[in-house]
C-alpha cells in the first residue's frame, strides 16, 4: 500500500508538472496573440526628487489585460517569456509604446524622462543596443529622455559583454540604473566595473522603514555607499509617510511607491502629474 501511495504521489507530482508546464505553454502562445492585437498597455509611476520634491521622470511597468482571465500581473508572464525568445518581443513592444509616449509628451510641452525594466536576454542578444538607438534616432528623441533598469542577475551574466553594451548605453547619455538592489546573489564589483549611475533599493528593505531594523541597516549602507561612488539612490515601495521622511533624512535621492500613487494609464498619470507639480509654477 505504501509503494502505491508513493507512485501515486509520483502521478499527482508528474501531472501536476504537466499541466504547469502546459499552463506555461498556452500563457506564451496568448501572450504573442496579445502583442499582435496589442492588449499590452504601459502605465507609468512617478518618481519624486526628495530634495525638490519635483517628479524627475516615471518608470514604465507593462499591464496584460487577457480576455479570459482578466489582469495578469508581470511578475506571473515576464518570467516566462523570459524562459524563450518571447522577452525580446515585449521589449520591442514596450520601446516602441515608450517612444511613442515620450513623444506624445514633448508635444504636450511635457517633458518626462522614462525608464524601462531590461531582462537579462535583451542585453544578451545581438543588437538589443544597437535597436534601442535606432529608435531613439527614429522618433527624435534624446538618450536622456530614456533610462534603463537592470537587476544584479543581468549585470554579472557575461561581465565583458555587458560592459561594451552599458557603454554604447552611456555614451547616448542613457541613465543605467540597478533594479531590486539588494537581492542579487552578485558580488558589488560591477559597479565600478560598468557605468552605473543608480541604484534602486528593493521595496522589500523600504516598505518598513522605520522600524524594521535590518531594512534600516542595509538602506542606511546601500545610501552611503552610493554617496560615496557618486551615484544615485532610488527607493521604491515607498508606502507610509514615515518610511519617506525617513529616507529623506538620510539623504536618499529619489523615491517611488504607493505613497505618491501606483503606476497609471498615460492619461491619469499627466493628470496626477499637473494636480502634484503646481508649486514648480511659481
Ligand atoms: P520592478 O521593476 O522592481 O517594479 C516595481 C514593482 O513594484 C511594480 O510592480 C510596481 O507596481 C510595484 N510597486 C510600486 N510601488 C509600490 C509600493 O509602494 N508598494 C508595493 N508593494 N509595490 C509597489 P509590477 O508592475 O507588478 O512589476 C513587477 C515586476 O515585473 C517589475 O519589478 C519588473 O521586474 C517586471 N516588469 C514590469 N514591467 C516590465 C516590462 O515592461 N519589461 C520587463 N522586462 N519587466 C517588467
Ligand atoms: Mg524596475
Ligand atoms: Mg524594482
Ligand atoms: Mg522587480
Known sequence: AHAYAKQRDYAQFSSSLELTLQRNITLL????????????????????????????????????????????????????????TLILKVTEYVISRVMRQIADWQEQGLRIPIAINISSHDIMATGFVARL???????????EMIEVELTEGALVNDLAHTQLELLRLNQAKIMISVDDFGTGYSSLQYLHRLPIAGIKIDRSFIKNLPHDD????????????????????????????????YLRKIGCDVVQGFYYTQALPADKFVAWYREFQPTKTH
Do not use: C
Open 29 to 84: 502562445g496568448d501572450l504573442q496573440e496579445a502583442l499582435r492585437l496589442n492588449q499590452l498597455t504601459m502605465h507609468y509611476q512617478p518618481k519624486i526628487d526628495l530634495a525638490t520634491n519635483a517628479v524627475i521622470g516615471v518608470e514604465a511597468v507593462i499591464r496584460w489585460r487577457h480576455p479570459v482571465y482578466g489582469d495578469i500581473a508581470p511578475d506571473d508572464f515576464i518570467p516566462q517569456a523570459e524562459q524563450s
Open 133 to 143: 538607438l535606432a529608435e531613439l534616432e527614429r522618433f527624435d528623441i534624446d538618450g
Open 214 to 245: 535590518g531594512g534600516r541597516y542595509i538602506v542606511d549602507a546601500a545610501v552611503a555607499l552610493a554617496k560615496n561612488m557618486g551615484i544615485q539612490t532610488i527607493a521604491e515601495g515607498v508606502e507610509t509617510p514615515s518610511a519617506n521622511a
